[in-house]
């Protein structure tokens, strides 16, 4: 038996701290995945669909009930597309909102891709919700219901002519689908009649893009756009394809009467209606499709000032691309991070700010330089192998010299790097070790030829470092005084951005300002800080 006495209260509190463990629900744990949300008036989708999004953390369907005046529902919603996707956009977080364009209709079967865990309804629908309930084919057994209180909000919806096509098409890069994306096709769904064609640029068409190493598979695109606009209106056809031209086959194909683009691809629309003309075919209606504005609360005025997946490409510098995999070939501590990234891309910079944050740091290339010196095993063996004239009057290696022979010769240059990784990397795992035990919980290991050599396999994460390679050929002029071509060559000598990104968790980009390039090492840090602080 307990001893009431002083040990009582104690008592009292560990069961309430015990009941309060189990039984007290955190809010989170009330929201459901997916939901379905009925609405009696497309004029307040925004507003209603803001206040649902509280119970919905993944995907929220949106579907309006049609009572008698089903044939003013389709320019209501037309005119509701572009501010419910921007409204959404700045009050609904990362939520995946999707405006469906098939009202619902008594015996009509709503199906959708992602299972409903949740029907919400707004309070005017009270009385309907039975049969909406029993409308949705695709509702979890345990599904939850929520009202949604909407009587202070105005409903008024004005109404636009929107004519209808046959065969509408669009295209696009389609990357990380967004909000302006879903404007876009939404409002060609909306204009078709029986198939909607979507274009998605392959890997050809997106190198002029911002950070395009990052751009998502063109098949990963593709099957996004597509389950998309399955959701939104699962009656019409649809034909989408990876774009490798301008044109694809709008050019040539008489049977296509709309085109929808945005105000930045409408001179595309133009140049393929010129060559429909040229063809003999008439040229397609073009529907134009404004700019939806960037309301991201931590917008940078380094992006752009629109709604755009470069925005979001971004974002994601300094984030965790990939989580990180146990590597039981190496000691759990220290922690090392292999620094990846070619020629002039930054990486002593990226470094630095980690070494500010508490890091220590190995570099490979200072190891190999101080190899190269007189009267070491290696500077000996790479005269012998590339020839006197690669060493200078006072013994040195002479890396410029050097650089000439193997940067235009892949052959030359596999000789070298058989020479000198196997010594660089067993004299940086000894600088891992002695740091390690100096106390250095993060040794970051920085090696331009990381990727090349697989060196990463002797880390616990890679980080990778990127700038357009433009851009680095400059730097290499300008920071080294050689000629464009010389740059260019140890440039194309090395691994391409996409080779050097595919293996990273987290990639950076030194390529904007100070501040923003210290918010790609700060987000990633305090990433990293986290995620150890689970492995302690």
């Known amino acids: 038996m307990f001893n009431v006495g002083y040990g009582a209260p104690l008592v009292i509190l560990l069961l309430t701290i015990i009941v309060s463990y189990f039984f007290v629900m955190n809010p989170e744990d009330e929201m459901a995945n997916n939901g379905l949300l009925f609405i009696s008036n497309v004029g307040k989708a925004h507003m209603v669909c803001q206040r649902a999004s509280k119970f919905v953390r993944r995907v929220l369907y949106v579907n309006i009930k049609v009572n008698s005046d089903i044939e003013n529902v389709i320019p209501a919603i037309s005119k509701q597309i572009d501010n419910f996707y921007i409204k959404a956009a700045a009050n609904c977080g990362n939520l995946d909102v999707r405006?469906?364009?098939?009202?619902?209709?008594?015996?009509?079967?709503?199906?959708?891709?992602?299972?409903?865990?949740?029907?919400?309804?707004?309070?005017?629908?009270s009385k309907d919700i039975d049969q909406l309930k029993a409308s949705v084919s695709t509702v979890r057994n345990n599904y939850k219901l929520q009202s949604i209180d909407c009587d202070d909000i105005s409903h008024e919806a004005k109404h636009e002519n929107v004519k209808t096509y046959e065969n509408v098409a669009l295209g696009g890069t389609f990357d990380r689908l967004h909000n302006g994306h879903k404007i876009l096709l939404s409002?060609?769904?909306?204009?078709?009649?029986?198939?909607?064609?979507?274009?998605?640029?392959?890997?050809?068409?997106?190198?002029?893009?911002?950070?395009?190493?990052?751009?998502?598979?063109?098949?990963?695109?593709?099957?996004?756009?597509?389950n998309f606009l399955k959701d939104i209106n699962p009656d019409l056809e649809y034909n989408v394809f990876p774009?490798?031209?301008?044109?694809?086959?709008?050019?040539?194909?008489?049977?296509?009467?709309?085109?929808?683009?945005?105000?930045?691809?409408?001179?595309?629309?133009?140049?393929i209606n010129?060559?429909?003309?040229?063809?003999?075919?008439?040229?397609?209606?073009?529907?134009?499709?404004?700019?939806?504005?960037?309301?991201?609360?931590?917008?940078?005025?380094?992006?752009?000032?629109?709604?755009?997946?470069s925005n979001q490409r971004m974002r994601l510098l300094g984030t965790m691309l990939k989580p990180p995999v146990p590597n039981p070939h190496i000691p759990d501590w220290p922690y090392v991070i292999g620094l990846a990234g070619g020629i002039a891309s930054g990486k002593s910079t990226i470094a630095e700010k980690l070494r500010a944050k508490g890091a220590a740091t190995v570099n490979c290339d200072i190891i190999a330089h101080d190899l190269y010196k007189p009267g070491l095993p290696l500077n000996g063996t790479i005269a012998e192998s590339f020839g006197p004239d690669v060493i200078t009057e006072t013994g040195?290696?002479?890396?410029?010299?050097?650089?000439?022979?193997?940067?235009?010769?892949?052959?030359?240059?596999?000789?070298?790097?058989?020479?000198?990784?196997?010594?660089?990397?067993?004299?940086?795992?000894?600088?891992?070790?002695?740091?390690?035990?100096?106390?250095?919980?993060?040794?970051?290991?920085?090696?331009?030829?990381?990727?090349?050599?697989?060196?990463?396999?002797?880390?616990?994460?890679?980080?990778?470092?990127?700038?357009?390679?433009?851009?680095?050929?400059?730097?290499?002029?300008?920071?080294?005084?050689?000629?464009?071509?010389?740059?260019?060559?140890?440039?194309?000598?090395?691994?391409?951005?996409?080779?050097?990104?595919?293996?990273?968790?987290?990639?950076?980009?030194?390529?904007?300002?100070?501040?923003?390039?210290?918010g790609q090492v700060d987000r990633a840090w305090q990433q990293l800080q986290d995620y150890l602080a689970t492995r302690q």
């Open 99 to 125: 405006l469906m364009l098939k009202p619902s209709e008594p015996k009509r079967d709503i199906k959708t891709n992602y299972p409903i865990d949740m029907i919400l309804y707004d309070s005017e629908l």
């Open 187 to 226: 409002q060609a769904a909306l204009r078709a009649t029986k198939l909607v064609t979507v274009g998605v640029t392959d890997v050809n068409l997106i190198q002029s893009k911002k950070l395009w190493e990052l751009i998502e598979p063109v098949d990963v695109r593709m099957k996004r756009v597509l």
């Open 243 to 271: 774009l490798k031209d301008l044109y694809g086959p709008t050019k040539d194909d008489p049977k296509y009467q709309l085109i929808v683009v945005s105000e930045e691809t409408l001179k595309g629309a133009n140049k």
């Open 274 to 309: 010129e060559k429909r003309v040229e063809g003999g075919l008439a040229p397609m209606d073009v529907h134009v499709i404004g700019l939806a504005a960037d309301s991201h609360p931590q917008r940078s005025s380094e992006e752009e000032e629109k709604v755009s997946s």
């Open 396 to 518: 040195e290696v002479d890396r410029r010299k050097l650089g000439q022979i193997v940067f235009g010769d892949k052959e030359q240059l596999e000789k070298l790097n058989g020479l000198v990784w196997p010594a660089v990397i067993a004299e940086a795992q000894r600088q891992i070790r002695a740091l390690g035990e100096q106390g250095y919980k993060v040794v970051v290991m920085e090696a331009a030829v990381m990727v090349r050599a697989k060196w990463y396999h002797y880390c616990h994460q890679l980080w990778t470092v990127i700038i357009p390679r433009e851009e680095a050929i400059k730097r290499i002029q300008d920071r080294n005084s050689l000629p464009e071509e010389e740059a260019r060559q140890r440039v194309d000598a090395q691994p391409t951005n996409i080779e050097q990104i595919t293996p990273a968790n987290i990639v950076f980009s030194p390529y904007w300002s100070y501040e923003y390039t210290q």
